[in-house]
């Protein structure tokens, strides 16, 4: 989907996610990776700009959330699937492995993006833990 096309909450939240100096994720009603901000790069290991726009599929192998210590994190638990598929924002504590291949701890909390047409997506902030 063209960025044209998007729904104006979503072309604002980039703008927004853009200008901010912590960590930030944003992904559509479907959970395709839309946009990540120059403060993500640096935890993520990747640049967006390499990276592009991924599918959840795409973007949950690529990072590989997982609880600390490394157990499996199911799908259903990612504070972004909370966000669309509940409607409320989620929080977690997690590990991701880099772009750059580095293991990183995290903390997400993430929140859904609400329209006039609906929920177009949601957005998630994360940083250190």
Not at 28 to 41: I, T
Not at 59 to 80: N, T
Not at 97 to 104: A, I, K, L, Q, V
Request: proline share 7%; glycine share 12%.
């Amino acid at each position: 989907m063209a960025a044209a096309q998007r729904p104006i909450e979503l072309i604002q939240a980039r703008s927004l996610i853009a200008s901010l100096s912590t960590a930030a994720f944003l992904v559509d009603a479907v959970g395709n990776l839309l946009f990540y901000n120059e403060a993500a790069e640096g935890l993520l290991g990747l640049r967006f700009e390499e990276a592009g726009e991924m599918s959840p599929e795409q973007w949950g192998s690529r990072f590989r959330p997982r609880e600390p210590g490394g157990g499996a994190l199911a799908v259903d638990e990612l504070p972004l699937t909370i966000a669309l598929r509940d409607g409320r924002p989620g929080h977690a504590a997690m590990e991701i492995t880099g772009g750059d291949g580095e293991d990183r701890r995290i903390e997400v909390s993430a929140i859904p993006i609400r329209g006039q047409a609906g929920q177009p997506g949601a957005f998630a902030i994360f940083w250190p833990a």
